[in-house]
Nanobody, 123 residues
Framework: VQLQASGGGLVQAGGSLRLSCTASGRTFTNNGMGWFRQAPGKEREFVAAISWNGGSTYYADSVKGRFTISRDNAKNTVSLQMNSLKPEDTAVYYC?????????????????WGQGTQVTVSS
């Protein structure tokens, strides 16, 4: 089972990036999915989550109104559209699959993790 995150890169402040996470080895159509990030020297933190059918979404206050999480169960993918990026958004971003079908901000609820993709926002 593998979660492959992609779409990271270097962008100027105010710019946009779209991250994608594709699952292989099994489907996660019945699982909530989430995005987390970890900046150097900091703990991993919650960014956004989505329920199994996309009916509910959850965001950290720091990204609310700028980031949008979505999923396409037919393609077994989850995406994170990031707009109005700030230097403080710089981090490695990880996608993860929840044990349950709901979205969650708790890292302990996630049992599969992708390898991460680097997002760097320059000022």
């Amino acid at each position: 089972v593998q979660l492959q995150a992609s779409g990271g890169g270097l962008v100027q402040a105010g710019g946009s990036l779209r991250l994608s996470c594709t699952a292989s080895g099994r489907t996660f159509t019945n699982n909530g999915m989430g995005w987390f990030r970890q900046a150097p020297g900091k703990e991993r933190e919650f960014v956004a989550a989505i329920s199994w059918n996309g009916g509910s979404t959850y965001y950290a206050d720091s990204v609310k109104g700028r980031f949008t999480i979505s999923r396409d169960n037919a393609k077994n993918t989850v995406s994170l559209q990031m707009n109005s990026l700030k230097p403080e958004d710089t981090a490695v971003y990880y996608c993860a699959a929840n044990r349950f079908n709901s979205g969650s901000s708790r890292t302990s609820n996630y049992h599969y993790w992708g390898q991460g993709t680097q997002v760097t926002v320059s000022s």
